[in-house]
């Protein structure tokens, strides 16, 4: 348990770092960056970049979360059974539809920027909230339900109090996947010029330097990889929770 703590602790400082003072790790990158050019990106603040490629993910998982949670409650009901399949169909368009795709249908619409990028994460980001939403609520437990009609519980009070605690680790882990699939599509924001890290893999690829290469994705993986362990901590912290309410 110590171990993890402190390798957490060391991933979020090599981080901040590499966002905050980018220069210190410049003796790291410099062989892989061409003869005589730049080594660290600084075009625009790094930490600028990370800021806006996280506001992005989290406005599109907010967004993704709420309307997949709703979609989930309403076909998991008597009355939108019948629907599904269609539910089902309508949240893997998000998925089998490229996300490149997207930003060149949502650009004539919405122009470059940040719009057509939140309209992509959004589509990509339903599948996996929707599943995992679907499932949870459609597999609590009788007895745990039945109890909570025999204490005089209505519809809306047993799916606030009672269906959506039980399911929330499911559904957790659901928003945890997409929002680390949303972490790494973020990046092709920047090819509608979007300011996301994705504007210093970017450059590196149009330049033949390396070393942005290098920073954008190792700065996107260690955002990843901390976020991911974050939201299967607070997963597992709320699924102690769920267990001592089924009991």
Do not use: C, K
């Not at 060391?10 to 005589?36: E, N, S």
């Not at 997949?68 to 309508?90: D, K, N, Y």
């Not at 997207?102 to 920027?113: D, E, H, K």
């Amino acid at each position: 348990m110590r171990a993890g703590a402190i390798l957490r602790a060391a991933l979020a400082l090599l981080l901040v770092a590499l966002v905050v003072w980018p220069q210190a790790f410049a003796p790291v990158f410099a062989p892989f960056a061409p003869q005589g050019g730049p080594v660290i990106y600084d075009r625009v603040s790094l930490l600028s970049l990370s800021l806006n490629h996280l506001l992005l993910v989290a406005a599109a998982s907010a967004l993704a979360t709420v309307v997949a949670v709703t979609l989930a409650i309403a076909v998991t009901r008597p009355a939108g059974a019948p629907f599904r399949p269609l539910s089902r169909t309508i949240t893997n368009v998000g998925q089998t539809f490229p996300p490149v795709a997207v930003l060149a249908l949502a650009v004539p619409v919405l122009g470059f920027g940040a719009g057509p990028t939140l309209v992509a994460l959004f589509l990509y980001g339903l599948l996996p909230i929707f599943e995992n939403a679907m499932t949870a609520l459609s597999t609590l437990p009788p007895r745990t339900m039945e109890a909570a009609r025999g204490m005089g519980m209505g519809r809306v009070q047993r799916l606030w109090q009672v269906e959506l605690p039980l399911a929330a680790p499911v559904i957790l882990a659901g928003i945890r996947l997409s929002v680390v699939i949303a972490l790494g599509t973020a990046t092709i924001g920047s090819t509608v010029a979007a300011r996301t890290l994705g504007e210093v893999i970017i450059a590196g690829l149009l330049t033949n330097n390396t070393a942005f290469v290098l920073q954008g994705g190792l700065i996107v993986g260690l955002f990843a990889v901390l976020i991911y362990d974050a939201l299967t901590l607070l997963e597992a912290r709320i699924a102690r929770r769920a267990g001592a309410r089924r009991a």
